[in-house]
């Protein structure tokens, strides 16, 4: 796999997602706790500990940011906000260039987005079909065929009936707040010079081989970037791929004494929760891939998504690509050193 790992943050997806978290400030730092505490993890000690940098590098954002009412259309929602971050990540050129591209081939790119987002939820990692839509009816049958919620459609329909017209206010938006973004960076500067050499040295150790196995799977010629206003998760684009800068201090290695407790009782609370029981019962059988399991169980492809996040990250099931799709195993050898790990503590 070639890789290109980068050495600084992406002053786009940072400015991207700094707009996005100012127009959610109320609801950001609280989710974040919620999904560490759904993870199994102590979310209030765990934010208290590692993430006052964000609370500092947003805060700074926030005073120099500059609002315009319009903005709001395109932060005001996660998923929508989602699909044009990865449009404009994949096309940061548009930030100085957007004059010269055309209304068809923002449509193309965006149909691109689209149809690599319906592949990942899906669990496959084949190459996308071009696809021709120009017409009211050609959008309107599309976006029938995809899994958003309405509200989502409505929004990919203007936006793909009016696409140079919503880009130019969407990187109006950007580029107006980039420099909110440097002044940003400034504050928090002495933490991220230790934080990036850190991160760049696990990529090159592989460190983190579940992520790299999915940007070898769902991504071409990839460029991996630090993220801290993400700093707990991992994005894969069809060519760029972001990792929080804070990844590394969730306990999912346990390869030293000093957290393998934490990491016996986060995968403890992993085998502990009904759903994710079962789907490691389902594997048990045979590999699957994520709308097999969801099929088989009830469950929505979002919902096993999240849980085999969950399982990834305890090393209880590793990925393979079969026929196209992203099959899950049982990590049958992690699993034996769960086991192990159990007895040395109780026997």
């Known amino acids: 796999m070639n890789l290109n790992i980068r050495e600084k943050l992406d002053p786009l997806f940072e400015t991207m997602g700094l707009l996005y978290v100012s127009s959610n400030k109320d609801e950001h730092k609280e989710q974040t706790i919620i999904e560490l505490d759904k993870f199994g993890i102590d979310g209030e000690a765990f934010y208290s500990k590692n993430l006052k940098i964000i609370d500092k590098y947003i805060q700074t954002f926030q005073k120099h940011q ?56 899906q669990g496959s990692s084949g190459e996308n079909t071009p696809v021709n839509v120009r017409s009211l009816d050609e959008i309107i049958s599309f976006l029938d065929g995809c899994s958003f919620e309405e509200g989502v459609k409505w929004k990919l329909m203007s936006l793909l009936q009016q696409p140079h017209k919503q880009m130019q206010a969407l990187v109006g938006a950007v580029n107006r707040n980039l420099p909110a973004y440097e002044k940003a960076c400034e504050e928090v500067e002495k933490p991220l010079g230790k934080l990036i050499p850190k991160f760049v040295q696990s990529v090159h150790k592989n460190e983190d081989e579940q992520f790299l196995k999915f940007v070898e799977l769902f991504s071409n010629n990839s460029t991996i970037h630090p993220a801290l206003i993400m ?107 769960l086991i192990d790990e159990l007895e040395r503590y109780l026997l």
């Open 231 to 337: 700093p707990l998760g991992q994005v894969m684009y069809i060519s760029q791929c972001y990792c929080g800068l804070y990844v590394g201090s969730l306990p999912i290695t346990g390869n030293n004494s000093a957290d393998s407790k934490e990491y016996l009782l986060l995968r403890l609370k992993a085998l502990a929760d009904n759903s994710k029981l079962q789907i490691l019962s389902s594997l048990k059988a045979s590999p699957k891939y994520n709308l097999e399991i969801a099929e088989q169980l009830g469950l929505s492809a979002a919902t096993v998504s999240h849980h085999m996040n969950v399982l990834l990250a305890c090393g209880m099931v590793g990925i393979d690509k079969k026929n196209g799709k992203v099959h899950y195993h049982l990590d049958a050898g992690n699993l034996r050193l």
């Open 66 to 121: 500059i609002h315009e009412d319009s903005d709001r259309l395109f932060f005001d929602d996660e998923t929508y906000f989602s699909i044009l971050l990865a449009l404009l990540c994949e096309n940061a050129n548009w930030l100085t260039e957007l004059d010269k591209v055309n209304a068809d081939r923002i449509r193309e790119e965006l149909l691109q987005v689209l149809l690599s987002e319906q592949n990942v939820q």
